[in-house]
Nanobody, 123 residues
Framework: EVQLVDSGGGLVQAGGSLRLSCSASALNFDDYVYGWFRQAPGKEREGVLCISNSDDRTNYADSVKGRFTVYSDNAKSTVYLQMNSLKPEDTAVYYC????????????????RGQGTQVTVSS
C-alpha cells in the first residue's frame, strides 16, 4: 500500500488561497490515478477532484471548478492542490488519495489515502 502524507492546511479568510501538498515515497503520480476528497463535520465525504493521466482526464466537483487546480512535481514525488477564492463552505478535512490506473477515478475512494489536513475558511 502506498503511504501518503497530507500537509498544507490551515486557517484562511474567505477569498484567500491555500496550497495543499500530498507526498509519497518514490512515487511517480503520473503513473497512477490520484486526487482529493474532503469531509466537513456532519457531512458525507465528497470527491473534490480526480486526475487520470492515462486517459488525459481530470474530474472536478462543480463546487470547485475554476478555483482549484492541481500540479505535480514527480522529482519530489509530490502533488499539490492549489485552492483559490476559498469560501467558508470549503471548510473540511482534505485527504489525498491514489489508486492504480485500472481502478480509475471510480475506484479512487478505495485506494490509499493520506491522514488528512484541516482547511478552515472564515467568513
Amino acid at each position: 500500500e502506498v503511504q501518503l502524507v497530507d500537509s498544507g492546511g490551515g486557517l484562511v479568510q474567505a477569498g484567500g488561497s491555500l496550497r495543499l501538498s500530498c507526498s509519497a515515497s518514490a512515487l511517480n503520480f503520473d503513473d497512477y490515478v490520484y486526487g482529493w476528497f474532503r469531509q466537513a463535520p456532519g457531512k458525507e465525504r465528497e470527491g473534490v477532484l480526480c486526475i487520470s493521466n492515462s486517459d488525459d482526464r481530470t474530474n472536478y466537483a462543480d463546487s470547485v471548478k475554476g478555483r482549484f487546480t492541481v500540479y505535480s512535481d514527480n522529482a519530489k514525488s509530490t502533488v499539490y492542490l492549489q485552492m483559490n477564492s476559498l469560501k467558508p463552505e470549503d471548510t473540511a478535512v482534505y485527504y489525498c488519495a491514489v489508486t492504480t490506473r485500472d481502478m480509475g477515478c471510480e475506484g479512487l475512494e478505495f485506494g490509499s489515502r493520506g491522514q488528512g489536513t484541516q482547511v478552515t475558511v472564515s467568513s
